[in-house]
Structures are given as C-alpha cells and as structure tokens.
C-alpha cells in the first residue's frame, strides 16, 4: 500500500520537474568525478540512475532532458579525450551503447511516468466515482429516511382516520353506480353498511339489496339523477344488516370528472345517524312534554286567577247591562231621545267589546297549540298582563306600576309564552307580598340595552331571597310556597333561553326581589332545550 502511494505521488511543478532532472544529472557528474569514488572509468549506471530519477518524477520531457546533459557530459567528461568535443571515433560505439541505454531507460521510465500517470488519473477520477458513490448513498439513506418517515406519518394519519371514522361512525367510499361497480370502502364503511371489514369487497347489487325496501326508489332515482347531471347528491335513506337491524344513513356524494369532463367515479362519505335520529325523537318527545308541562302550568295559574278574572269581566258586563237599560229608558220615553240612546248603544258596544277582549286573551293562554313566533311589541303584552292582573293586585293591596321605554323595537317570541313567563313573574311577586305589612308594590319595566338586548325587569316589595335561595329558585321542583308546584320558574327559563335569552334573579333595594328577562332584539331561532 505504501509502494502505491509513493507511486502516486502527485506530479511536481513544471519547473520542478526539470530543475530535478537537472540537479540530478549535475549530482552524478559531481559524485562520478570524485576521486575518492573512483567511478571515472564506470558512470554509466549512474547517469542511467539520473535519467531514470528525472523521467520517474519529471516525466518525458525532464527525462529526455536528463537523457539529453548526460550524454553530452558522458561524451565531454568521460570519453578519452576528455574535456573536449572533438571527435572520438575510438569512443563511438561506447557512446552509441550508452545512448541507446540511456534512451531505452528514459523511455522506460517515461513510460512508467505515463502508467503512474494513469494511475493518478484513474485514482482521482475513482475518488470522484467514490464520493459521487457516497453522496448519492447518502442521498438514498436520507431519501429512505425520509419514506419511511412519511410511510410512518401516513400510517399514523391512516390510524387516526380509521379511529376518527370508527368514532364518529363515518365511512368513506368511492364507486361508479353506472357501472354498478364499488371501488373502495373504507374499514368503518363497511360496519355502517353491515359487511364483515375483513371479507371480500361487496358488489354493488349486494349492498343495494341492503337497503330498506322503501327507500330503494329514491336512492336509486337520486344517484342516477347526480350521475346523468354530474352533480352532487345528499340523502338519507335506511339500510337492514344481516341481522334485521334498521340502521338510518346518511351519504353524500361527489362527483370525480375526467379531463374531458367525463364523469371518472363518485367518492363520498356515509355516516350513521341512528343514534341522531333517536336523539330528534327523545328531543321532539321532550319538547312536547314540556309545552304540555307549561300549559298546564298556565292552565293552573289561571284558575288561581278565576275570581279576579270573573271580577275583571263582570265589570265591563255590569257596565254594558247599565248602559242597556239607560238606552231603553231613553227609547221608551213618549219623545224619545235619540242621541242619548245612541251614546248608551256606543257605551255598550264599548264594554262589551273590553269584555271579549279579556275573555280572548284568557282564551289564549287556556289553548294548547304548536309555539308561533311572531314579531311582538312587548309593552303591549305587559299592559295586557296588568289588565288581567289588576283584580288580582287590588284584592290584595298591591300597586301595580309600569315603566315602560318608548320606541323599544319588536322582538320575535311566542305571545302566549311571553305572557307565561310575565304571568309567572307576576303571581310570584304577588304572592310575595301578600303577607307583608307595608307598601306593597308591583313595578314591570323595560329599556334597551347597549348590547343590543331587550330588557324586561319585575320586581316586588315582598320579603326577597336569601343568596341560597336565587341560587335554586330555577330548579325543578324547587320552591319557597306552602301550595307552589316549583316549576313555573323552571318552565319560565326554558321558554326565555328558547328565545335565545336569559332569566335571573337579584335583590330589590330597600326589600323584595327583582326577576330580568333580556330578549334579543336580532331575529334569531332557538329552540327548547
């Protein structure tokens, strides 16, 4: 190894070259002419060693060089007559000897240059394939690295959309319906659709036979109208698993199209809503329940209110049956006055028309029917609610006073189920302050607030709620009367958090209770919980 190395030394300078064939040729001069060696008669060997020496590191042309000063030193210095160069004929066929030796060693050596030159040739140029060679190992390392980092990730994604979709009970597929051809289903696909994942893939015509006898039509009139139309379609329909399991689905589909617009395939998602479906029914159940709920409780507050109802129409009746007879005493004089009668008649018509009004509104809040929202002034419920209420607070002492902001916008609500939540209030308070010695006042409000909110605010002067009691008095069943059912509160914060509002409680200075209802006054659906 180390004789190759020394082979393959890299080639010196061009002036070096030639200087060392040179100083080589002039060393062996020097050493042949001294007389301590002795070697005057004998210096072909080394001036051959000189010629060798300078092809070796120098090359051809330092060889030829070193060929070139030996001789001509050779012919001057060691060749009888020496120290001239003159003719030698005696000396010819030594100097002829020596020349061809020395030729033959120059091209030697330059020959073996050459071979070493190759070799340095050859060896960089293998340096160069080498290092290429590791580069692009390294490069296919780093690439592999790399796949298998990404093979890693893709198996990972793969197992969080495996888990995802088991989870969710979404399934992914893609098919040609046209064809009756299915090309994939995911592992969740199959579960929803009732095929083993580790079976064979189904046909088209099998899973079809999957589904629901009544849905078939319109599953199949459905993807055949999204694959002539090139569209995407959405549906839900039922499908039976082996097992007489009906599962309700629902798909969507999208359509894949060629370059040339062609329809390629439809790939799509499949989800079971079962469970979803069940929940409507539970939630529709539940939302029924509580409409029956809540009109018995208005049904049950009205016939606590059943004498000062009687009372509040009774008044407009006597009044009409008054003005009845004025009118006939008018009209049964022996000159009848016409006028008066027919202002007695207008004052009939007047109280009788207050009396409907009254029995109509207690007829709405007696039906039982589905909630209508419509826009509503709510000033105008909460005049009503006094009207009503007015036999009720007079019976009992109570005040009722009213501040009502002008120019307060509609609100979108069910009238008969605000009129619920402000009964509520009122006969709360009411009841409040019916065993309290001193003023007794009802005061309703309403402003606008700066969040764009409809502010409704009842409060009492009756004897207020402890920090514990706000805390539960909008629980079921929770209540503070002797004859309370405690779930008119509860009833009365459902309705107003249906209407996408809220209902507290809070204390009233210097006693009593404050109960607020804020609406919004943006159009907005809700519904009950």
């Not at 002419?33 to 070796?56: D, E, K, M, R, Y």
């Not at 989800?271 to 479906?277: A, M």
């Not at 049956?321 to 009118?327: H, K, L, S």
Request: hydrophobic share 40%; glycine share 6%; aromatic share 8%.
């Amino acid at each position: 190894m180390s004789g190759t190395k020394i082979l393959l030394w890299s080639k010196p300078p061009v002036i070096w070259s030639y200087g060392i064939a040179v100083l080589s040729v002039i060393g062996v001069a020097i050493i042949s002419l001294w007389p301590s060696f002795h070697l005057q008669t004998a210096p072909a060997s080394l001036f051959l060693c000189a010629i060798l020496f300078g092809a070796w590191f120098g090359g051809a042309g330092p060889g030829l060089l070193a060929t070139t000063i030996s001789a001509t030193v050779f012919y001057y210095y060691f060749l009888p007559p020496v120290h001239t160069f003159a003719a030698k004929p005696e000396e010819i066929p030594r100097f002829v000897v020596f020349f061809v030796a020395a030729l033959f060693v120059w091209t030697l050596s330059a020959a073996q240059n050459s071979a070493t030159e190759s070799l340095r040739r050859a060896r960089d140029g293998l340096k160069e394939i080498v290092q290429e060679l590791q580069n692009t190992n390294e490069a296919l390392q780093a690439e592999s690295r790399e796949r298998k980092s990404a093979e890693e990730s893709l198996r990972r994604t793969d197992g969080y959309l495996a888990e995802a979709q088991r989870l969710s009970h979404t399934g992914s597929w893609a098919s040609i319906p046209a064809r009756g051809e299915i090309r994939y289903l995911s592992e969740e696909c199959y579960r929803v659709l009732g095929f083993d994942p580790h079976g064979e893939q189904p046909h088209y015509e099998a899973f079809f036979k999957r589904i629901h006898t009544d849905d078939q039509a319109k599953v199949r009139e459905t993807v055949e109208t999204a694959g002539r139309e090139k569209v995407e379609f959405e549906l839900d329909y039922r499908i039976v698993h082996p097992g007489g399991e009906i599962r309700d689905i629902h798909v969507v589909g999208h359509p894949v199209p060629s370059p040339s617009d062609d329809l390629v395939e439809f790939v799509g998602t499949v989800i079971d809503i079962t469970e979803r479906k069940r929940t409507e029914i539970e939630r529709e159940r539940l939302r029924q329940a509580l409409a029956d709920l809540a009109h018995i409780n208005r049904v049950t507050t009205m016939g606590e209110l059943t004498a000062s109802l009687a009372h509040e129409v009774n008044q407009p009746i006597a009044a009409a049956v008054t003005n009845a007879n004025t009118c006939l005493r008018w009209l049964t004089r022996d000159l009848p006055d016409l006028e008066e009668a027919r202002e007695a008649a207008m004052r009939i018509v007047k109280d009788g028309t207050r009396a409907a009004e009254i029995i109509k509104r207690v007829r709405q809040l007696f039906q039982k029917g589905t909630p209508q929202r419509e826009l509503v002034d709510v000033n105008e419920v909460i005049r009503d609610m006094a009207v009503l209420f007015r036999s009720e607070a007079t019976r009992h002492n109570v005040v009722i006073r009213t501040g009502l902001a002008a120019d307060l916008p509609q609100v979108r609500v069910d009238r008969v189920q605000l009129q619920q939540v402000l009964m509520n209030l009122m006969m709360n308070a009411i009841d409040a302050m019916k065993d309290v010695d001193g003023t007794r006042e009802l005061d309703i409000k309403s402003e606008r607030t700066e969040d764009e909110q409809l502010l409704l605010c009842v409060s009492d002067t009756g004897g207020g709620l402890s920090p514990h009691q706000a805390d539960q008095i909008f629980n079921a069943f929770f209540t503070t009367k002797a004859h309370g059912t405690g779930m008119g509160l509860r009833i009365s914060r459902s309705i107003v958090e249906s209407h996408g509002g809220r209902l507290w409680a809070g204390g009233n200075s210097p006693r009593g209770a404050s109960f607020y209802v804020s609406l919004p006054t943006k159009v907005e659906e809700h519904e009950l919980p």
